[in-house]
């Protein structure tokens, strides 16, 4: 439904998006990642009608949105801050884009009520948002998003504000409220975790331009270069004789590059890979090492509780194939 085609947008003479092309079907959810100031919410606007193109196009249904102002796209807004209006009560909140179309008043209060129940408020009605918790403001914040039944949602770093603990909870309600109401959406972050538990398909941005995009589960296992591998939450990177250690260990061919997550390399008897542990630090799930691989180097593992691990214990290491990525050769 919405189509970019090699979008550029210009600040002077700097583009803060470069010749973007991206494709979002009707339903799905795509994340938009990379850090800050790659240009993600440059698009994000443009997309929205809020900055001009220098160049490209950006269509929904075949149809040209150029000469298409913001309020005529049919599109809805959601910020990282909910940006609710403090002196209006949250169902007054939800129904204020109704209100502004004249909807009639029977049909603003039954479509108040099923947004609060689609987003788990329920009863909140004349709450103030002064009384809400962080995750309740961002659930009301969606659900006045979704009141008009936007062709296409855009969220700006929707749980960013969050603690780490409540938007990974938010994040799987989020998930469940788009898919469940049928909407299209379109998500920037610099959160993959937040990308990971939203989004169908990922595109990874950096320096205005989108350098890997695809399926989720794609974008994670073939990170297209190191620097998008580090980004996504990979730990380390291994190159020439260390990256060829560790994939022969693992029973692997033979390559330039390995991206490892903290958890590829696990503490068992069995394992083929010999280390010395440098340091050890107990979590709740696990303990987390840093060991010296005999012909890698330098590299994270993890070793079960309970196990005593202590610095300048040597270990045996088995590597776990779905915690690491091969890399292509980019020098």
């Given at each position: ?26 339903g ?105 918790s ?15 039944e936007?062709?296409?949602?855009l969220l700006?770093?929707p ?10 909870r ?39 331009r989108?350098v890997?995009q ?13 620097e ?38 696990v ?24 060991v ?40």
């Open positions: 439904m919405l189509a970019l085609r090699d979008v550029t947008v210009r600040y002077g003479d700097t583009a803060a998006v470069d010749d973007v092309s991206l494709d979002l079907a009707s799905q959810v795509l994340a938009v990642l990379g850090p800050s100031g790659c240009g993600k919410s440059t698009l994000l606007r443009a997309v929205a009608g809020l900055e001009p193109l220098a160049s490209g196009s950006i269509a929904w249904g075949g149809t040209d949105l150029s000469g298409t102002p913001t309020h005529k796209r049919g599109f809805a807004l959601m910020f990282q801050d909910g940006q609710l209006f403090a002196h209006l009560t949250v169902a007054r909140n939800v129904a204020y884009a109704l209100r502004l179309r004249r909807t009639p008043s029977a049909r603003v209060a039954a479509r108040v009520r099923e947004l609060l129940d689609l987003v788990g408020l329920s009863g909140y009605d004349d709450r103030l948002p002064g009384t809400l962080g995750g309740e403001r961002q659930r009301v914040a969606l659900a006045r998003a979704l009141a008009v936007p062709r296409l949602i700006d770093e749980l960013s504000a969050l603690d780490a603990s409540l938007r990974e938010l994040a799987g309600d989020l998930r469940s409220i788009l898919h469940e109401a049928g909407t299209t959406a379109l998500l920037v972050t610099h959160d993959h975790e937040e990308a990971f538990a939203l989004a169908d398909r990922l595109a990874v941005m950096r320096g205005g989108v890997q695809g399926a989720i589960d794609e974008v994670w296992r073939e990170p297209v270069d190191e998008t591998a580090l980004f996504l939450g990979y730990a380390r990177v291994l190159r020439d004789d260390a990256a060829r250690r560790v994939l022969g260990a693992a029973a692997l061919p033979p390559a330039y590059a390995v991206a490892l997550r903290r958890s590829a390399l503490v068992d008897d069995a394992g083929s890979l010999s280390a010395v542990v440098e340091s050890a630090r107990v979590t709740p799930e696990l303990v987390r090492l840093v010296r691989v005999e012909g890698a180097g330098i590299v994270d593992a993890v070793a079960p509780l309970g196990g005593r691990v202590a610095p300048g214990d040597e270990v045996s290491l088995r590597v776990d194939v779905t915690r690491l990525a091969v890399l292509p050769i980019t020098r």
